[in-house]
T-cell receptor, first 115, second 114 residues
Framework: DQQVKQNSPSLSVQEGRISILNCDYT??????FLWYKKYPAEGPTFLISISSIKDKNEDGRFTVFLNKSAKHLSLHIVPSQPGDSAVYFCAASGVSTGTASKLTFGTGTRLQVTL | DAGITQSPRHKVTETGTPVTLRCHQT?????MYWYRQDPGHGLRLIHYSYGVKDTDKGEVSDGYSVSRSKTEDFLLTLESATSSQTSVYFCAISELGQGLSGYTFGSGTRLTVV
């Protein structure tokens, strides 16, 4: 059962416009939410995160919004640049239970930023 | 990426043979993870380690075993490779084992089982 869902497999946005990537989750015990970016033939790289006590976190062109009641988060990229073209993964975890927190990933959204 | 390397980068093996993938880190991080990436499934956790000789199963652990005899090395073994284990395997490390700080991933190993 997919606990973290990214329902849009792909998204195409013009350079300079806003990209909005969406993610839904089902596990109410998740407390941390992260976005990763992945280029072909490379490992995922950490982009931005948010804890459940916040509803927004901003880092430069990237902003993550969390709506806990709807179990929904989104990543906004403004303005979008061609170098942002990649696969974006949403991930979530609960509070560490003593051994390690484990990230559960969504299926990914491929973003293409066109000129 | 700097601080974490996976070997080999590519491997083709035959069904039924054992295969070992290696993850090596120079960051002295306590936590290490093995994920596999498949189309339509994203990244799924196979096994993880929270210290030397301390490991536990993830959501897709069947057919896999791991070992961690040193802080820097985390080995993933496919005991008898099957075609369903054709995938891209990623190792990740984490200093705190806590969700907000994220993991650092290696560049991946593309494994093909024929």
């Amino acid at each position: 059962d997919q606990q973290v869902k990214q329902n849009s497999p792909s998204l195409s946005v013009q350079e300079g416009r806003i990209s909005i990537l969406n993610c839904d989750y089902t596990n109410s015990m998740f407390d941390y939410f992260l976005w990763y970016k992945k280029y072909p033939a490379e490992g995922p790289t950490f982009l931005i995160s948010i804890s459940s006590i916040k509803d927004k976190n901003e880092d430069g062109r990237f902003t993550v919004f969390l709506n806990k009641s709807a179990k929904h988060l989104s990543l906004h990229i403004v303005p979008s640049q061609p170098g942002d073209s990649a696969v974006y993964f949403c991930a979530a975890s609960g509070v560490s239970t003593g051994t390690a927190s484990k990230l559960t990933f969504g299926t990914g959204t491929r973003l293409q930023v066109t000129l | 990426d700097a601080g974490i390397t996976q070997s080999p980068r590519h491997k083709v093996t035959e069904t039924g043979t054992p295969v070992t993938l290696r993850c090596h880190q120079t960051e002295n991080h306590r936590y290490m993870y093995w994920y596999r990436q498949d189309p339509g499934h994203g990244l799924r956790l196979i096994h993880y380690s929270y210290g030397v000789k301390d490991t536990d199963k993830g959501e897709v652990s069947d057919g896999y075993s791991v070992s961690r005899s040193k802080t820097e090395d985390f080995l993933l073994t496919l005991e008898s490779a099957t075609s369903s284990q054709t995938s891209v395997y990623f190792c990740a490390i984490s200093e705190l084992g806590q969700g907000l700080s994220g993991y650092t991933f290696g560049s991946g190993t593309r494994l093909t089982v024929v």
